[in-house]
């Protein structure tokens, strides 16, 4: 089964909209951390946001907010006012074990944002 | 600021060639990962390592060899390159996660690896 998993291959916004990127996880742990990562055209792979398992309160930075909803075990990513330079994929990983000696972060395969003038 | 360094950036091999590729944090994390990103299928770890002179299998461990000698440094080896091992690689870094930090991934610039 997938840990991590990421619906939309492909989605398109019209710029200045908000779009919300989908992502769901499975883990028996309790805690856990969920990272959102962003992969321009460029090739280099961008730390957006993160929420762990036992934060309360949903993870902001910006443009990024992280819709947690822990009993669902999904973790959406949001982009509020869309922008040409938001184009990219956009990754979702979990790290589990968090605090422990796992250590490494499991990656979805990814949704392809594209958007519109 | 470096932060995480690969070498070389692209390379060309033929099958049955053996290569290394270096990588350079000087963040003094004493988390690395080597992952391979291929069409359609995300990031897949390959190799991990939590400290110096330590490693471990990732989820695609096959035809790889990695060593932790110094703590800034991850080697990944290919001992006899096959073209199924076409592929970006990406290195990463973190810190140990905890209560103090997120354990975040800090990523070199990927290699370019293409075997004929």
């Known amino acids: 089964a997938q840990k991590i998993t990421q619906t939309q291959p492909g989605m398109f916004v019209q710029e200045k909209e908000a779009v919300t990127l989908d992502c769901t996880y499975d883990?028996?742990?309790?805690?856990?951390?969920l990272f959102w990562y962003k992969q321009p055209s460029s090739g280099e792979m961008i730390f957006l946001i993160y929420?762990?398992?036992?934060?309360?309160q949903n993870a902001t930075e910006g443009r990024y907010s992280l819709n947690f909803q822990k009993a669902r075990k999904s973790a959406n990513l949001v982009i509020s006012a869309s922008q040409l330079g938001d184009s990219a994929m956009y990754f979702c990983?979990?790290?589990?074990?968090?605090?422990?000696?796992?250590?490494?972060?499991?990656f979805g395969k990814g949704t392809k944002l594209s958007v519109k003038p | 600021n470096a932060g995480v360094t690969q070498t070389p950036k692209f390379r060309v091999l033929k099958t049955g060639q053996s290569m290394t590729l270096l990588c350079a944090q000087d963040?003094?994390?004493?988390?690395m990962y080597w992952y391979r990103q291929d069409p359609g299928m995300g990031l897949r770890l390959i190799h991990y390592?939590?400290?110096?002179?330590?490693?471990a299998k990732g989820e695609v461990p096959d035809g790889y060899n990695v060593s932790r000698l110094k703590k800034q440094n991850f080697l990944l080896g290919l001992e006899s390159a096959a073209p199924s091992q076409t592929s970006v690689y990406f290195c990463?870094?973190?810190?140990?996660?905890?209560?103090?930090?997120?354990?975040?991934?800090?990523f070199g610039e990927g290699s370019r690896l293409t075997v004929l």
């Open positions: 929420q762990g398992s036992y934060d309360e």
């Open positions: 990983a979990m790290r589990e074990h968090y605090g422990g000696s796992q250590g490494n972060l499991i």
């Open positions: 883990t028996s742990d309790q805690s856990y951390g």
């Open positions: 963040m003094n994390h004493e988390y």
């Open positions: 390592s939590v400290g110096e002179g330590t490693t």
């Open positions: 990463a870094s973190s810190y140990t996660p905890g209560a103090a930090n997120t354990g975040e991934l800090f």
